[in-house]
């Protein structure tokens, strides 16, 4: 039990910064499915710059290479209007291309020495503390409550004399932070090494986890820990019997996935979006 609990906090940590970045961005009124590259990116900038210049570089060049994606993702929507889907797709499609280029360019790098990033338990107190911080702040904070309301309603916030271009560049702007330290966390998770696509996914497992739970911070926490715990689950039995029987390994790899998958099907109509959600 105690190995399970371990592993379930393990796999929800990075789930956790994941769908807090899309709770900022998506309450204000952007669609972020780029949640997946800015994580991979700044793990791959992570790892390698810290193992070449330190780990507090590291950790800089991962934050700054989340929060560019994010600007770049926020240029595309807010000031060229492109569809939001669309430019999360190319801003995932240009993380992974740098990403893969970066690690062709510095393999030797990032093979002969890993970067020594902070304790596990740094990071994992630090997503507990953004869940709470920023309910808190969206709860009780005139900057968090403009935020709700120009992705409620951007039309009517302008009325109000709001700014929700400026106010969704701010949000972006932490999205690409708390990407980022989802993105580092895994390398630190790794031994402070970097592996080929590494995220696996958990960036759209953590919108996931954000859609099913209502868009809110602490509900979208708790579903992250119900991922989390089938990722754990898949770790426990993996090459064990169950129930008396021969499972196969595929079936607990991919456990996680048709968990969300399922999940979000059974969601199907029963949860609200903002209302000014890809609105202008």
């Not at 980022?180 to 996914?201: E, K, R």
Request: hydrophobic residues 60%; contains cysteine; charged residues 10%.
């Amino acid at each position: 039990m105690l190995s399970f609990a371990t592993n379930t906090l393990s796999f929800a940590t990075p789930l956790i910064f994941a769908a807090l970045a899309g709770y900022l961005s998506e309450r204000s009124g952007v669609i972020n499915i780029a949640l997946e590259g800015k994580m991979l990116l700044a793990a791959c900038l992570a790892a390698i710059v810290g193992a070449a210049l330190g780990p507090v570089a590291g950790i800089a060049a991962g934050l700054a290479a989340a929060v560019g994606l994010s600007m770049l993702h926020a240029i595309a929507t807010q000031t060229y209007r492109v569809d939001h889907v669309v430019s999360g797709m190319a801003v995932n499609a240009i993380a992974a291309g740098a990403a893969n280029f970066v690690l062709l360019q510095n393999r030797d790098t990032a093979l002969a020495k890993a970067v020594q990033l902070p304790p596990l338990g740094v990071f994992q107190v630090l997503a507990l503390l953004s869940v709470v911080v920023i309910a808190l702040w969206v709860a009780n904070c005139r900057a968090g409550l403009r935020l709700v309301a120009v992705g409620n309603d951007p039309f009517k916030a302008r009325l109000a004399g709001l700014q929700p271009v400026q106010i969704r560049f701010a949000a972006l702007v932490g999205t690409g932070l708390l990407a980022g330290l989802g993105g580092i966390y895994l390398v630190a998770n790794s031994a402070g090494n970097y592996t080929d696509n590494m995220t696996a996914g958990r960036g759209y497992i953590a919108l996931a986890a954000l859609i099913l739970g209502g868009w809110r911070p602490v509900a979208s926490l708790v579903v992250c820990f119900v991922f989390a715990a089938f990722a754990a689950l898949s770790v426990q039995f993996q090459g064990q019997p169950f129930l008396g029987l021969a499972v196969p390994g595929e079936f607990w790899t991919a456990l996680p996935y048709v968990v969300t998958l399922i999940a979000l099907a059974l969601a199907m109509g029963r949860t609200r979006a903002p209302g000014g959600l890809g609105r202008f």
